[in-house]
């Protein structure tokens, strides 16, 4: 079958923008005297939107619903403020996106970051390159759940079996396989191949070209 559209996570796939966040979060952490995180830590907690990672970098004795509330509010304005201070595209990422535009590829982001911060980033990083941008505005939609890929297939009116879906996480795959969309990992990003595979992935890229090979 030809694809005929792609669908892309954020973070980890098409930009590295772990840095910046964890800066953020470390940030608040340190405002309030609580321990801070190496980035090598913060990528295990990157994934499952800024919220989660909120509960997840806070100290287990300050992690009620009240606190993580306070906290995700504070590091979404530092967040804000850096969102594209450190973030760039992976290596090959921006030739790819101009050689998917021009076999006339549908393109869109789809990220478990929230909605006003995805099209923020994707809007300054890759200014008309994708047809919609969407972020989490509901936790009830946050991926694994498919509603907003499917909705995307919808607006291309394409079948979801036509398009790819293209991610770093354990979260993306299982999406793509909900969504029945064509699950490919990416190796750069912030999870193993190992957990990419065992979580719906079909292929694992190593590099951004080999996606124009599978096209």
């Known amino acids: 079958m030809k694809f ?7 973070d980890g796939t098409l930009v590295n923008s772990l840095e910046d966040i964890s800066d953020a979060m470390n940030s608040v952490l340190i405002s309030l005297n609580y321990p801070t995180h190496t980035y090598d830590t913060y990528q295990y907690f990157i994934g499952s939107g800024l919220r989660n990672l909120v509960s997840k970098a806070l ?3 300050n992690n009620s619903d009240d606190q993580i509330e306070i906290c995700f509010a504070s590091m979404v304005n530092e967040y804000r403020k850096i969102c594209t201070l450190k973030t760039k595209p992976y290596d090959g ?17 789809f990220s478990n ?4 911060l995805t099209k923020k980033i994707a809007s300054e990083i890759f200014p008309n390159h994708f047809d919609a941008a969407v972020g ?3 936790e ?16 291309w009116n394409l079948k979801p079996e036509e398009i790819l879906f293209v991610g770093d996480s354990d979260i ?26 065992n979580s719906g992935a079909k292929l694992v890229i190593n590099s951004a070209s080999e996606l124009i090979d599978i096209l």
């Not at 939609?141 to 509603?147: D, G, I």
């Not at 909900?178 to 957990?195: I, L």
């Open 59 to 61: 100290p287990a004795t």
């Open 93 to 109: 990422i921006v030739e790819l996106l101009e050689n998917l535009a021009s076999q006339n590829i549908k393109m869109a982001v």
């Open 140 to 155: 009830a939609l946050k991926k694994p759940n498919p509603y907003e890929a499917v909705e995307i297939s919808k607006k």
């Open 172 to 197: 993306d795959m299982q999406t793509a396989v909900n969504a029945n969309m064509f699950p490919v990992g990416v190796s750069w990003g912030y999870r193993t191949q190992e957990e990419l595979k």
């Open 113 to 116: 970051k929230a909605d006003e």
């Open 136 to 138: 989490l505005s509901t």
């Open 4 to 10: 005929k559209g792609i669908i892309f996570d954020l």
